[in-house]
């Protein structure tokens, strides 16, 4: 967000989740994971020190909501989250509107690009840093629109 009014155009590794807004579809235990999650991201990035053996270099990879195709018996967190709208789940619907309200679009990653960028980060001889890990950006009702046309196409 820029100064707490509106989004920015672009999210870029500069693009912080600012921690002193209140949002509506907020609840005190998503607010206290993001809150948590970006101080220790922040922390661990200003950990930096040398020894014996070489310089400590931290990366963080923040993810967007990581989907894929599954064969699981449940339904992952993530993909009840892009579902949440037909399943009618209140719990993963209010954190997936908690999510655009934070950032605007829903961040979203394959997890084949997740683990590219793992192996990326790790085939660097030297890398220090924070990497946002999103392919795209979209709305709950984008979503729900994309759901809503392929069901109808199924039947």
């Not at 399943?87 to 954190?95: D, K, L, R």
């Not at 997936?96 to 192996?119: M, Q, S, T, W, Y």
């Amino acid at each position: 967000m820029e100064d707490g009014f509106g989004f920015k155009d672009s999210i870029d590794e500069t693009c912080w989740t600012p921690l002193n807004l209140s949002y509506a579809y907020s609840n005190p235990n998503l607010m206290e994971c993001v809150i948590s999650k970006t101080l220790t991201e922040e922390q661990i990035l200003s950990y930096r020190t040398s020894s014996d053996i070489g310089e400590l270099e931290m990366v963080t990879l923040p993810l967007g909501v990581v989907g894929w195709d599954t064969f699981q018996s449940h339904t992952p967190l993530s993909v009840a989250l892009f579902i949440s709208s037909l399943t009618n789940g209140e719990f993963t619907y209010q954190a997936l509107r908690f999510l655009e309200e934070l950032v605007g679009k829903l961040p979203i990653v394959h997890n084949d690009d997740v683990c590219e960028a793992h192996i990326f980060c790790m085939e660097q001889p030297s890398i220090h840093g924070r990497f946002l890990c999103e392919n795209s950006y979209v709305s709950s009702s984008e979503i729900a629109d994309y759901c809503r046309k392929t069901i109808q196409n199924i039947m």
